[in-house]
């Protein structure tokens, strides 16, 4: 993943995904790290509204868009019929940072913790298919599971597994 620490957030809808991300997200952050995040999305997401002058930029067949302000900048890129980037094209356009949490992209090939939670839309596991997930965040108990389980809320400890399983600590 372009040299990059990169660790996954992976699970099927509503099943905590966001919130454990958030969450570690913030964790990290006061812990001293530079995290950055990338969300995989629906198809037809839109973070731009209609009527302000980046959406009538795109609007008009503007391949990117760059919002600039003295506080933050986006970058909107517009496929416009190309096939969705891979999940290294996207990482390889990012600042450096310490490590980048990756919210979805359950196919990627990077380490992932499967957040499982009751409420989920579908509860077949996803690790037996996917080596590359090592861990499961789970608001009930998991059994005969063979990952390391942690409680979905015990944000320190997925934190400290974390930092272990990147290698931002040895």
Do not use: C
Request: charged share 30%; net charge negative.
């Amino acid at each position: 993943m372009s040299g990059r620490r990169v660790f996954g957030v992976t699970g099927w809808k509503n099943s905590g995904k966001t919130t454990l991300t958030e969450k570690l997200v913030a964790e990290l952050v006061r812990r001293g790290w530079k995290v950055s995040t990338v969300k995989h999305a629906h198809h037809d997401f839109d973070i731009d509204k209609p009527g302000a002058d980046s959406f009538r930029h795109r609007q008009a067949g503007a391949a990117e868009v760059a919002i600039v302000s003295g506080r933050r900048w986006a970058l909107m890129h517009e496929l416009r019929g190309e096939d969705e980037p891979e999940l290294a094209d996207i990482l390889a356009r990012m600042a450096p940072a310490d490590i980048t949490i990756v919210e979805g992209y359950k196919r990627e090939a990077h380490r992932k913790i499967e957040a499982r939670r009751r409420d989920a839309k579908n509860h077949e596991p996803l690790a037996p298919g996917d080596p590359n997930i090592v861990a499961i965040a789970a608001d009930s108990a998991q059994a005969g599971e063979t990952l390391p389980v942690f409680d979905i809320d015990a944000i320190d400890a997925i934190a400290d597994f974390v930092e272990r399983e990147s290698g931002l600590i040895g």
